[in-house]
T-cell receptor, first 116, second 111 residues
C-alpha cells in the first residue's frame, strides 16, 4: 500500500519568508498528487493537483508544487508567505494502477504558522 | 447546495451508544467517500461508494462500523457500541472525476 510522509510537523515563518513543505510518497507506479489546505475553522480545500504533464504545477494563492518522479517527491512552495497562509497543509496521493485507485492516502499534515 | 454538507457538526456520546453521521454530497457527484482523522494525523480512508454501491470498505476498522448510500445521494456512516477510541473527525468527500471535495466534517467525542 502507498504511504505519504510529511517530515515537517510544524513550521513557523515570518511574513514574506519563502516556504517549502516536503512531501514524499512510496509507490512505484502512476500517481495523482494533491495538496490540501485547512484554514482554521474551515474544511479541507484543494490547493493544487498533479495528474500528468508539466511537473511544475501552480495552484491558488500563489502556491506551486513540483513533482520529481525520481525522488518520489511533491514539495509545496510559495515565494513569499502571508499571515493568511496560516493553516494546516496535507499532501495526498492516489495510486492509479493499484487496486485502491480511488483512495486518497494522506500525509500527517504540516501546521504552518506565519507571524505578522 | 454548493458544497458537501455533513451533520451533525459535533457529536458527543457516551461509550456504548450508537451514532449515525450524515453526508450530503454535491448534487450529481457519483462517488462518495468517508475518511476518519485522528488528532495530529491526516485523514484515513474508510469506505467509498459509486452511486449506491459500496465499492470498497477495506478501511472500516471493524464490524461496528457500517455505511450506506441507499439512493445514491445521501450517505450515513453508523458506528455501533461506540468506544473512546472512535473519537475523531469524520470527513466525507464527493467527486465526479479525480478531484474530491470535502465537507466540514463531524467531530465525534465518545466519553
Amino acid at each position: 500500500a502507498q504511504s505519504v510522509s510529511q517530515h515537517n510537523h510544524h513550521v513557523i515563518l515570518s511574513e514574506a519568508a519563502s516556504l517549502e513543505l516536503g512531501c514524499n510518497y512510496s509507490y512505484g507506479g502512476t500517481v495523482n498528487l494533491f495538496w490540501y489546505v485547512q484554514y482554521p475553522g474551515q474544511h479541507l480545500q484543494l490547493l493544487l493537483k498533479y495528474f500528468s504533464g508539466d511537473p511544475l504545477v501552480k495552484g491558488i494563492k500563489g502556491f506551486e508544487a513540483e513533482f520529481i518522479k525520481s525522488k518520489f517527491s511533491f514539495n509545496l512552495r510559495k515565494p513569499s508567505v502571508q499571515w493568511s497562509d496560516t493553516a494546516e497543509y496535507f499532501c495526498a496521493v492516489t495510486a492509479i494502477s493499484s487496486g485502491s485507485a480511488r483512495q486518497l492516502t494522506f500525509g500527517s499534515g504540516t501546521q504552518l504558522t506565519v507571524l505578522p | 447546495g454548493a458544497g458537501v454538507s455533513q451533520s451533525p457538526r459535533y457529536k458527543v456520546t457516551k461509550r456504548g451508544q450508537d451514532v449515525a453521521l450524515r453526508c450530503d454530497p454535491i448534487s450529481g457527484h457519483v462517488s462518495l467517500y468517508w475518511y476518519r482523522q485522528a488528532l495530529g494525523q491526516g485523514p484515513e480512508f474508510l469506505t467509498y461508494f459509486n452511486y449506491e454501491a459500496q465499492q470498497d470498505k477495506s478501511g472500516l476498522p471493524n464490524d461496528r462500523f457500517s455505511a450506506e448510500r441507499p439512493e445514491g445521494s445521501i450517505s450515513t456512516l453508523t458506528i455501533q457500541r461506540t468506544e473512546q477510541r472512535d473519537s475523531a473527525m469524520y470527513r466525507c468527500a464527493s467527486s465526479l472525476g479525480r478531484e474530491k471535495y470535502f465537507g466540514p466534517g463531524t467531530r465525534l467525542t465518545v466519553l
